[in-house]
């Protein structure tokens, strides 16, 4: 059974950072897109970064990048999400999600992914 469970999340005020956790359990992911999304109160969900497990690429939408950096350590199987200079646009609860690939360029193009966690809430005060 896959479980990804995240974890980190809190409220802080602008300008500060956050480093979210993503464990990942009964997922072998030597070619994989393992990704962060947010969803905030009244907007659709939306990638803000992603990994490409085995192929080495990473993937920011516009407004994180130069503030959130993704990375994984495979030994502890855990994705993070470190985010710096938060802003209040940043709030949103921010989910883990992965899927596996057959390419980078399936995973950078990645809309729909297998499986995704509950959710850490990220809240940036100004």
């Known amino acids: 059974q896959v479980q990804l469970v995240e974890s980190g999340g809190d409220s802080v005020q602008a300008g500060g950072s956050l480093r979210l956790s993503c464990g990942v359990s009964?997922?072998?992911?030597?070619?994989?897109?393992m990704a962060w999304l947010r969803q905030a109160p009244g907007k659709e969900r939306e990638g803000v970064a992603r990994i490409c497990t085995g192929y080495g690429g990473t993937y920011y939408t516009d407004s994180v990048k130069g503030r959130f950096t993704i990375s994984q350590d495979n030994a502890k199987n855990t994705v993070y999400l470190q985010m710096n200079s938060l802003k209040p646009e940043d709030t949103a609860m921010y989910y883990c999600a992965a899927a596996r690939v057959g390419s980078e360029y399936e995973c950078s193009r990645l809309a729909d992914f297998t499986y995704r966690g509950q959710g850490t809430q990220v809240t940036v005060s100004s």
């Open positions: 009964g997922f072998t992911y030597s070619r994989a897109c």
